[in-house]
T-cell receptor, first 115, second 110 residues
Framework: KAGVTQTPRYLIKTRGQQVTLSCSPISGHRSVSWYQQTPGQGLQFLFEYFSETQRNKGNFPGRFSGRQFSNSRSEMNVSTLELGDSALYLCASSSWTGGNTGELFFGEGSRLTVL | KNEVEQSPQNLTAQEGEFITINCSYS?????LHWLQQHPGGGIVSLFMLSSGKKKHGRLIATINIQEKHSSLHITASHPRDSAVYICAVREYFGNEKLTFGTGTRLTIIP
């Protein structure tokens, strides 16, 4: 069974640009969540999607957005990039469909550098 | 004060030693996760707990819901256990976001 796939793995952008990151979950998983990891703030929750609906949202500005498609693949977008957005962006999928939390399976991450 | 506190922040031990990493949290939770992150970024979920104790190989995780505390134990530690171990809690109800601890960097010396 293929794991969680994130693309691209590495990317470099300049301030003011926008970026779109993609996440393909494990086959059959309908829950996808996104996280930002920086040396200063550690791991922080961005948002979580289930069946194309945003289920939970972290404390990030509106420049950070996401969506989930009918095949459960998810994208996140960051507009008007700032230097502080440089981070490792991680995606995780889960077999959660309601009730108790499901185990998380993480992708390798997309490392974004903003110059 | 962070909602999730881990201790110690750094831990160096000799191969074969028994390792304990602690996690305390201040909110009501529906589940607690223990994660392992090796250099390079990849994160692996080790355990998901809502009560009691779980064991997987040389790893044991326990949680005390009343005391809002969890521990991760590694028996017969090995250099390949060297990694950052992260505790994360999923809060109850409403916005059930995951909140992470700052991690414990474990180094096992041969």
């Amino acid at each position: 069974k293929a794991g969680v796939t994130q693309t691209p793995r590495y990317l470099i952008k300049t301030r003011g640009q926008q970026v779109t990151l993609s996440c393909s979950p494990i086959s059959g998983h309908r829950s996808v969540s996104w996280y930002q990891q920086t040396p200063g703030q550690g791991l922080q929750f961005l948002f979580e999607y289930f069946s194309e609906t945003q289920r939970n949202k972290g404390n990030f500005p509106g420049r950070f957005s996401g969506r989930q498609f009918s095949n459960s693949r998810s994208e996140m977008n960051v507009s008007t990039l700032e230097l502080g957005d440089s981070a490792l962006y991680l995606c995780a999928s889960s077999s959660w469909t309601g009730g108790n939390t499901g185990e998380l399976f993480f992708g390798e991450g997309s490392r974004l550098t903003v110059l | 004060k962070n909602e999730v506190e881990q201790s110690p922040q750094n831990l160096t031990a000799q191969e074969g030693e028994f390792i304990t990493i602690n996690c305390s949290y201040s909110v009501g939770i529906s589940a607690l996760h223990w994660l392992q992150q090796h250099p390079g970024g990849g994160i692996v979920s080790l355990f998901m707990l809502s009560s009691g104790k779980k064991k997987h190989g040389r790893l044991i995780a326990t949680i005390n819901i009343q005391e809002k505390h969890s521990s991760l134990h590694i028996t017969a530690s090995h250099p390949r256990d060297s990694a950052v171990y992260i505790c994360a809690v999923r809060e109850y109800f409403g916005n059930e976001k995951l909140t992470f601890g700052t991690g414990t960097r474990l180094t096992i010396i041969p």
